[in-house]
């Protein structure tokens, strides 16, 4: 079955240092992944996505996300956290072919930025 | 280009009630979703749509109905709202025919049974 684990309910950075947030996912064949964010009572907004080539993506608000195959991880970064990026953030997969083009949906990593 | 817009953003019924939530979109997608939010789940699939006239079971169904009558628009019904039902509500809607695959948003609707 296809699964994503997003594995800490939390994170908490100080502002100027580097961030990441987890991903893992069980798919069967290559993968589709995605990150969403999610401000207070907003809608989910796209950060980026892989779907094939270079493993490291680059998306909007200046964060990343490493695709690495062996270790089914998509994690996303940042260089330096702002107190802005204090969010909830989803990380999503699809695998390829079927006619719905679904999106399997980890739980969500609150980010708390303190500066 | 509004994108996926979702009325009303708020809403409490009372138990047995039944309302419906409306996602429309101006993007010419013909794939549409309507997910649930609760607190530390992430997003569960309801039902989705893959053009007009066709209409498909989530992941917890069980409890809502929808149509599709036109490519734009792709109402959630709710018959007979339970305290269950507590949840916000996000529609979505992707092209594929891009090659692109990420799902667009609204905002949500923040429902409450009572």
């Known amino acids: 079955a296809q699964s994503v684990a997003q594995p800490e309910d939390q994170v908490n950075v100080a502002e100027g240092n580097p961030l990441t947030v987890k991903c893992t996912y069980s798919?069967?064949?290559?993968?589709?992944l995605f990150w969403y964010v999610q401000y207070p009572n907003r809608g989910l907004q796209f950060l980026l996505k892989?779907?094939?080539?270079d493993n490291l993506v680059k998306g909007s608000y200046g964060f990343e996300a490493e695709f690495n195959k062996s270790q089914t991880s998509f994690h996303l970064k940042k260089p330096s956290a702002l107190v802005s990026d204090s969010a909830l953030y989803f990380c999503?997969?699809?695998?390829?072919?079927?006619?719905?083009?679904?999106?399997?949906w980890g739980a969500g990593t609150k980010l708390i930025i303190k500066p | 280009n509004a994108g996926v817009t979702q009325t009303p953003k708020f809403r409490i019924l009372k138990i047995g009630q039944s309302m419906t939530l409306q996602c429309t979109q101006d993007m010419n997608h013909n794939y549409m979703y309507w997910y649930r939010q609760d607190p530390g789940m992430g997003l569960k699939l309801i039902y989705y749509s893959v053009g007009a006239g066709i209409t498909d079971k989530g992941e917890v169904p069980n409890g809502y109905n929808v149509s599709r009558s036109t490519t734009e628009d792709f109402p959630l019904r709710l018959e007979l709202a339970a305290p269950s039902q507590t949840s916000v509500y996000f529609c979505?809607?992707?092209?594929?025919?891009?090659?692109?695959?990420?799902?667009?948003f609204g905002p949500g609707t923040r429902l409450t049974v009572t």
């Open positions: 892989y779907i094939t080539g």
């Open positions: 979505a809607s992707t092209d594929p025919t891009s090659y692109s695959y990420e799902q667009y």
């Open positions: 999503a997969v699809r695998a390829p072919g079927g006619s719905n083009y679904q999106l399997i």
């Open positions: 798919v069967s064949g290559n993968p589709y």
